[in-house]
């Protein structure tokens, strides 16, 4: 049996699940202008992937590098859930 699918499918799902709380937290505490974190972050995981002999490994980190391309605009739909009020806004962040 060749499991590979399986552990990859069930990382992503990790992964996805862990960014929603993150894109939640970094949008309260630091808003949307620290946006090219999540850039910088989402090129070194997609370059590594790149570089790497395992396919588990190399697919988890293209996972992870496509995830933090996705925080960028999550961050900027949370900031409109925000000013909704679907979510609490920071008293103590400037805007």
Same mark, same amino acid.
């Given at each position: 049996?060749?499991f590979?699918g399986? %552990?990859?499918a069930?990382? $992503?799902f990790? #992964? %996805?699940g862990l @960014?929603h709380p %993150?894109? %939640?937290?970094f949008e309260?505490?630091f808003?949307? +202008?620290?946006? *090219? =974190?999540?850039?910088?972050l989402?090129?070194?995981f /997609?370059v590594a $992937?790149?570089?790497? +002999?395992n396919?588990?490994v190399?697919s988890?980190l293209g =996972?992870i590098? #496509? $995830? #933090?391309f996705? /925080?960028i605009?999550?961050?900027?739909? +949370?900031r409109?859930r925000?000013?909704?009020?679907? @979510? *609490?806004?920071? *008293?103590n962040?400037?805007d």
């Open positions: 049996m060749n590979t399986l %552990i990859i069930l990382i $992503s990790l #992964c %996805i @960014f %993150i894109v %939640i937290k309260y505490y808003g949307c +202008q620290k946006w *090219p =974190v999540f850039a910088i989402g090129v070194a /997609t $992937s790149l570089f790497l +002999q396919a588990i190399s988890v =996972v590098g #496509c $995830s #933090c996705w /925080t605009k999550e961050l900027f739909d +949370q409109e925000v000013r909704k009020g679907w @979510f *609490p806004k920071n *008293p962040k400037k």
